[in-house]
């Protein structure tokens, strides 16, 4: 009898080990591509394809299985850029995702969209634009803030223990440098990435080295890292 139960616990250790070895291979699968100002491209460890905000730079070749758009300005809004899609492709902006006031989430399997809140009283609607929080398989997640300034929500997505955030901080048409430094603590996530920095470039350097955030991450356009 007790070699029966040793046999049973010794297998479904070896069961449990399995489940936590698959989902840290799914997790180390996924890829992100940042394209350039506000553009990014993942592709999951299921080979999935997903488009954010699609406008400039490169890896825009792969068939697109979603496209996910934060608002309606030309610079996050350039589709067309997107040559190939798969036939069962989703396109969700922020009139899908903004529905009189309640932020929506989508379920794909192997991703889970959240809409969550984006804005100011610059030229960005809150009720016209929303940021993505995306959560892979695995657990990996992603924040993308889309055009904003400082929302109440941020501090929500403290409690969300998100691994990679990207924060605008262009300082013309959404916060600066320094704002983006302030919503980037509130949201306390493992990596904290600048992005959409300077109108009309796909990447400044030198600004992105004034983003002086706790767990910064710098990536430059056309660069590619695994999400871990």
């Given amino acids: 009898m007790k070699t029966v139960l040793s046999g049973i616990l010794s297998l479904t250790l070896l069961l449990l080990g399995c489940g936590s070895a698959m989902a840290e291979s799914a997790a180390s699968g996924h890829r992100l591509l940042y394209q350039g100002h ?8 299921e080979g999935k394809v997903i488009y954010i905000d699609p406008y400039v730079g490169e890896g825009y070749d792969l068939p697109a299985d979603l496209i996910l758009i934060t608002h309606g300005h030309q610079d996050h809004n350039n589709v067309d850029v997107i040559k190939q899609r798969n036939d069962d492709c989703r396109v969700i902006t922020w009139k899908e995702a903004l529905v009189k006031g309640d932020y929506k989430t989508f379920d794909f399997g192997y991703a889970t969209v959240e809409a969550v809140q984006a804005g100011n009283n610059r030229n960005h609607d809150i009720r016209e634009c929303v940021g993505w929080l995306i959560t892979l398989s695995g657990g990996v997640s ?3 803030s889309g055009d904003t300034s400082t929302t109440e929500q941020m501090e929500e997505l403290a409690g969300r223990d998100i691994h990679y955030a990207f924060f605008c901080c262009d300082g013309i048409y ?6 983006a430094v302030t919503c980037a603590k509130l949201v306390n996530a493992r ?3 600048p992005y959409h920095m300077k109108p009309g470039s796909l990447y ?8 002086d955030a ?3 991450l710098l990536i430059e356009a056309g660069e590619e890292i695994t999400l871990e």
């Fill in 214 to 216: 706790p767990n910064r």
């Fill in 204 to 211: 400044d350097k030198r600004l992105a080295e004034t983003f």
């Fill in 191 to 193: 990596n904290s990435i």
């Fill in 142 to 144: 992603v924040y993308a």
């Fill in 174 to 179: 959404n916060m600066d440098m320094e704002e």
């Fill in 38 to 45: 506000g553009s990014l491209r993942i592709v999951t460890a």
